[in-house]
């Protein structure tokens, strides 16, 4: 294991981070004001967590990015099941918060709430990256993914039964990505994903709710002021909004209108204050994440390091992509948050561990400097 580093951390992937960061703090307060001043008397009262969390972030992936990442191999059981556990645990009454209908959160100190799921899924990138390193040309093998599997459906199932749907598919399909870059034979995926259709669909209509959403994105004027309100607001944001937007701070939806505002549906404010140019401006900048991290898991020095690096990647490119996929229309609505931008504290703390984690990883890359 070299601990020396060869060049410094990528900065287009630290700047590009701290840009989307900044965005989302900033959005956070436009969308979350008046909501915010009606609840609580105070228009700053997620724009201060948001900043908190922020802040605890960046110390995160500062510490992240001096750890050598090779050290977390060693502490992927236990991250594995601490994981396991906390989704476990908040299910567990007087334990688990319920918000919105959902159990997700464990409350750690005042209005501060961890959500499990969002570590969970930082702990299963590093353990698929762990294991399909470990199995190397065994991947041939349809019995030496079935651990992986095993421990992917226990992930997914814990999330689904909160109940978080979203977030739980977006767990399978991050386990399917790595399997492929890990070389799992494409037929072997294609059997593992038709054999998981009727569990899909059975998840998907096993609920009233789920069912009106999914109807609601077939046609979401069969319902205007039921299920297809969210998606139908959401699309008259990002429409008002024009090329260059109504202007920072002059969203008309946030005015009780589009519900999530500052949460799942913040891309849409933005579009709507910000207009084409701004939601243009955070699709690069997601852009420029994907290139620099599938370019360091391309350089990496091992193949653990690049399963990770890919791991994260994929981890945090995929969750940007079903988000704003819901904002525009495009997917049936999820409940997953835009990552470094909407409101909450644990998504937001964990894609920061996982860009430090990307950062020491490219200090040991032969090329990884982007002036190369």
């Not at 989307?20 to 724009?47: E, K, N, P, Q, W």
């Amino acid at each position: 294991m070299d601990l020396v580093p060869k060049r410094a951390p990528d900065s287009w992937l630290f700047f590009t981070v701290v840009a989307l960061v900044a965005t989302g703090v900033v959005m956070v307060y436009s969308a979350s004001a008046i909501v915010a001043h009606d609840r609580y008397g105070d228009s700053t009262f997620f724009f201060k967590r948001q900043v908190a969390w922020a802040g605890l972030g960046m110390m995160a992936l500062l510490i992240m990015q001096r750890t050598h990442y090779a050290r977390l191999r060693r502490l992927t059981p236990l991250l594995l099941i601490g994981a396991v556990l906390s989704l476990a645990l908040v299910l567990v009454p007087g334990i688990g918060r319920v918000a919105g209908g959902a159990r997700r959160w464990i409350v750690l100190a005042g209005p501060f709430a961890f959500q499990p799921a969002e570590g969970a899924k930082l702990a299963l990138a590093l353990y698929l990256a762990h294991v399909l390193t470990n199995r190397g040309p065994g991947l041939g093998n349809p019995r030496m993914v079935s651990s992986p599997l095993i421990v992917t459906a226990l992930i997914s199932g814990l999330i689904l039964v909160q109940p978080d749907m979203g977030t739980s598919l977006l767990v399978a399909l991050l386990a399917a990505a790595v399997f492929f870059i890990g070389g799992v034979r494409l037929t072997h995926l294609l059997g593992l994903s038709l054999a998981s259709i009727p569990l899909l669909t059975a998840a998907a209509l096993g609920e009233e709710y789920r069912r009106q959403r999914l109807l609601a994105f077939l046609d979401p004027w069969r319902d205007p002021q039921g299920a297809g309100f969210h998606i139908i607001q959401s699309l008259l944001a990002l429409g008002s909004g024009g090329v260059l937007g109504l202007g920072l701070g002059e969203s008309r939806q946030k005015f009780f209108y589009l519900p999530e505002r500052h949460t799942d549906f913040i891309f849409a404010i933005l579009g709507e204050e910000l207009g084409l140019v701004g939601t243009v401006a955070v699709l690069v900048l997601f852009g420029i994440l994907a290139i620099r991290g599938l370019r360091i898991a391309r350089e990496a020095p091992d193949r653990y390091g690049s399963l990770v690096a890919g791991s994260i990647t994929l981890m945090i490119v995929l969750q940007a992509i079903i988000n704003i996929g819901v904002t525009t229309g495009v997917l049936p609505i999820t409940g997953v948050p835009l990552p470094f931008v909407s409101f909450g504290g644990s998504s937001l703390l964990f894609a920061m561990m996982g860009i430090g984690i990307l950062m020491n990883i490219s200090q040991y890359c032969a090329r990884a400097d982007p002036r190369s």
